[in-house]
């Protein structure tokens, strides 16, 4: 609590009167040129997939340089940590569906390194996996990843080494950024569009991992036995630091809009850790995409949830005039940093927050009525934790095993499988699936369809079952994305026979 009251006090206030301050002496130069930009604005509005700005023009070359970095989150808050090129988010890679791509990858470091493109369908040999047996990226050396991208939609890189008990590897570290694949179609037009990622920083080892399950789905618990362990658990990780892109909450600029504006947003989470909600006072997210695909049935919600590795795209109609935070309705998350400022044009008082209504998250929502053949073929994922299975940290098992599986999940290609996640912990655990994209068919008791994703977080003692095509010849992983749990045995490598 200490640090993230420190952040608040030391941070937040400060930093907003001084850009009051600021504002108020410059007066109105600093005015006109925001009205100017705005203008501009105006007449170029920016649409899902063909925004307006150079830094965002599709090429086919990109390198990316992995090096230390220092992100300024606030005035006196700087993290030292590893990003590409000199920053951390990295650069936007903005692509264009099946035009092949050149990724130069020049790692600056001592330590080898991999980039995983995240929610593309790529051959396992540029997918950024060792375990799939992608080719490292040397220490102090380069490596090239040549691919062509598809699906159209919002997806995101980031490392995927091993972090182990190592807080500073791994994706603890700033190395990732979005990475959007431009399509054919446009599926509407926006004022203003903007890509936020949320992130923790200064990540520790605790025994008393944060609790954020009021906010979980309640729902049924399928998968909760009859007798529960009672053994003491291992070490988690956690972090009282958070951020938006690079800032804490009220150390950047804010957002700043105009009565009736409609605002397009692209919410990635970052994090190694933890699975995150979102809200904004007297607006609510009209949620088109999920992982980058576009859903069936668009709705609006108080509350996005993302775990680990999630996007949502999401609309929010500026309809409620004032200073208002977007962020983490937990206060300490909020106050630890975890919200940005959206500030309505002429409108001056401190960032208003009032906390959202209650209301679980819920992907079928977004569905359509269950339609379509059953798979025939079925696979059955079991997840159990055994506390302190690996030392002082808890270890995972799929099916009773540890990875690597050898012989549990061959794939027939050409084949439509039904895969049925099973969930004995006390965790909701984001599970992402490489190279392939996932129908959610049943979470929560509900069924549904349409609902395409590449990470889908089972809720605690829950059960979920998706389909999926094995098109995609290879070694392909599973994990979950809460880096921990990965490295101490939350995987399996599906292989095709
Ligand atoms: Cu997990």
Known sequence: MGRCA?????CFFPLFMQRRDFLKTVGLATASTRVLAQQQMQMQPQSFLAPTGSEDVAKTDFTLEIAPVTVELAAN?????????????????????????????????????YVHFHGLLIPSDVDGSEEEGTPVVPPQGSR????????????WYHTHTMSMDDLHRGSFTGQFGFLIVEGASNPGRYDQE????????????????????????????????AVMDTRQPGLEVQSDIYSINDKALGAGEPIRVRPGDRVLFHFLNASAIENRHLAMPGHQFNVIA???????TPAAVDVLMLGPGERIDAWVEMNQS??????????????????????????????????PPKSA?????????????????KLDML???????????????????????????????????????????????????????????????????????????????????????????????????????????????????
């Open 144 to 155: 090239r990843y040549q691919f062509t991208p598809t699906p159209a939609g919002t997806r």
């Open 77 to 113: 808050r700087i993290i030292s940590t590893v990003g590409y090129n000199g920053i951390s988010p990295g650069p936007r890679l903005r692509m264009k569906e099946g035009v092949p791509v050149t990724v130069n990858v020049i790692n600056k470091t001592d330590v080898p390194e």
């Open 361 to 377: 998250w819920d992907y079928t929502i977004f569905g359509k009525p269950p339609s379509g053949p059953v798979p025939t073929e």
């Open 290 to 296: 999920l992982d980058g695909n576009p859903v069936p």
């Open 383 to 497: 997840f159990e934790k055994v506390p302190r299975g690996a030392g002082k940290f808890n270890s995972f098992t799929v099916n009773g095993k540890s990875y690597p599986h050898e012989q549990e999940f061959m794939l027939k290609q050409g084949t439509r499988y039904r895969l049925t996640f099973h969930n004995r912990t006390d965790d909701a655990h984001p599970l992402h699936l490489h190279r392939h994209q996932l129908e959610i068919v049943e979470i929560y008791g509900k069924a549904t369809s349409g609902v395409i994703k590449d990470t889908v977080v089972v809720p605690t003692y829950g059960r979920a079952s998706v389909d999926f095509t094995a098109d995609q010849p290879g070694p392909t992983l599973f994990h979950c994305h809460i880096q921990q749990h990965m490295d101490y045995g939350f995987k399996a490598l599906l292989r095709y026979a």
């Open 322 to 355: 004032g200073v208002w935070i977007l962020g983490a309705p937990e206060d300490p998350v909020r106050e630890g940093g975890l919200g940005i400022v959206v500030e309505y044009a002429n409108q001056h008082r401190t960032p208003q927050w009032t906390a």
């Open 6 to 10: 420190n952040l608040v006090e030391d």
């Open 194 to 225: 903007h890509y936020l990622a949320l992130r923790d920083w200064e990540p520790y080892f605790s025994n008393q991992a944060m609790d954020n399950d009021d906010l979980d789905p309640a729902g049924v618990q399928p998968e909760r036995p």
